[in-house]
């Protein structure tokens, strides 16, 4: 008598036989292009973080130096010209970031706060938003590292 393999492992075979001819059907097996400037991938991922030099040199054209920390924070120093709308405020506040942006979702965007943690959460806010040119400066401090 010979060898009869249990019907599950005939089962999973045939499921995975089927869906490697799937996508090879339908392309996926194809490796996909490398990202560009103008594609998604790389506009998801925003402008480098962590440059002062960046940072001013956006904000000397024009772009938009937003504090997220909270408004007591904000009082008690910021940078000059900067705006403040806490990070878990964004999502309620978008009518203030369009007013900042003009409407403009390719406007630059700095973001900064104490320590850059805030602001890494208020950049990828922000990508999501839709916004294409936002840099986490990292904190306050760090605007004088320039």
Request: with cysteine.
């Amino acid at each position: 008598m010979g060898y009869k393999p249990p019907m599950r492992s005939i089962t999973l075979l045939l499921a995975v036989v089927a869906l490697s001819s799937f996508l090879a059907c339908a392309g996926a097996t194809s490796v996909p292009p490398p990202a560009t400037a103008s594609s998604p991938a790389s506009a998801a991922s925003g402008l480098p973080d962590y440059d002062p030099q960046l940072a001013h040199r956006l904000v000397s054209g024009g772009a938009v130096l937003l504090d997220v920390r909270t408004p007591s924070e904000y009082a008690q120093r910021h940078i000059d010209g900067a705006a403040n709308i806490p990070v878990d405020e964004l999502a309620a506040r978008s009518t203030d970031l369009d007013k900042l942006t003009g409407g403009d979702r390719t406007k630059p965007i700095v973001v900064y706060c104490g320590s850059g943690k805030r602001a890494a959460r208020a950049k990828t806010f922000l990508l999501g938003a839709g916004y294409q040119q936002v840099t986490n400066l990292g904190g306050i401090g760090d605007w004088d590292r320039h």
